[in-house]
């Protein structure tokens, strides 16, 4: 082939790529995701007296590892801040944990900044800016007086006792469960597999006569108290990430009182796991962030050493502040 023919085809044969890639169709955004999501972690007041020596707010260690374990990195967030310094906070966390403990939930400093962080997380997401909430046991029933606006709290006692779930038909189109195997599924409501440790909660009837919950949540799962009080055990938001479990998935994996009921068998752990890994994939959609690195590293939990407490409470270990 000449010079001049072979300059020629490959003229052709670029031109014939450039039409080519013109005409196929362009490939589809993938929705931006954060790799490396920070939740923060609302401390705990202090009201057990064997604690107070210690500081005046705690955060039990197996929250930590919750998360951490989920692939997040944790923020401990102060109750003491004001309310400009929680919004700059807002901005660089990509999920809240409100964990379980005692606390007012009307007029506790737990319940105060839990309400800023909230009222921030319903106008960034009818913004489109995604941050997800997640609250455990008393998270869960705070969760409930920042929605229905007041307190429907009543006893449900289920103290120390794991107990199977019983699953509503939302349950199973829930984003919180889509992605359980059937098997666990049907185990979740035939095993013990979720560790109980409260004293009050939402009935069922107070759920759905209160308007305000029943319109934003969906209901996944109903418990009987020891009572007999037919109450909430788990919700999500129909419109926002939040979730609530009334029951405890993090002591599956991390906590081991002998004379504590947690559930520590292959279906308990493997809930714990997929339900970590699900609200810490809620977090990556958020694309909030620290612009600066030293910041960043300064704020999360690896700067605090965790106390052990396994000798003197039902907790392995406690972060205090």
Known sequence: MSSTGFLTNLCLF?????????????????EAMNDRPVIGVLTQIVTDEVLKPFGNTFIPASYVKYVESGGSRVMPIRLTLTTAEYENIFKKINGLLLIGGAADLETSDFARVAKIFYRLALAANDAGDYFPIWGTCMGMQLLTVLVAGKNLLSNTTAENIAL?????????????????????????????LTGNFHHYGVTVKNFHENEKLHSFFSLLSTNT?????HFVSTIEGKRYPFYGVQWH????????????????SPHAVHISS????????????????????????????????PVYAGNFTGYEQLYFF
């Open 14 to 30: 670029f031109t014939c790529c450039f039409c080519c890639s013109k005409a196929m169709p362009t490939e589809l955004r993938q």
């Open 164 to 192: 199977p779930l019983n699953l509503t038909t939302e349950a199973h189109s829930s984003r919180m469960f889509k992605d359980f195997p059937d098997e666990l599924m049907k185990a979740l409501t035939q095993e013990p």
């Open 225 to 229: 108290a020891e009572n007999g009080a």
């Open 249 to 264: 998935p993090e002591v599956n994996r991390f906590q081991w009182n002998t004379e504590l009921n947690f559930p520590h």
């Open 274 to 305: 997929l339900l970590s890994e699900f609200f810490i994939n809620e977090g990556r959609r958020s694309l909030h962030q620290f612009e600066d690195p030293e910041e960043e590293a300064s704020s999360l939990i690896y700067n605090c050493t």
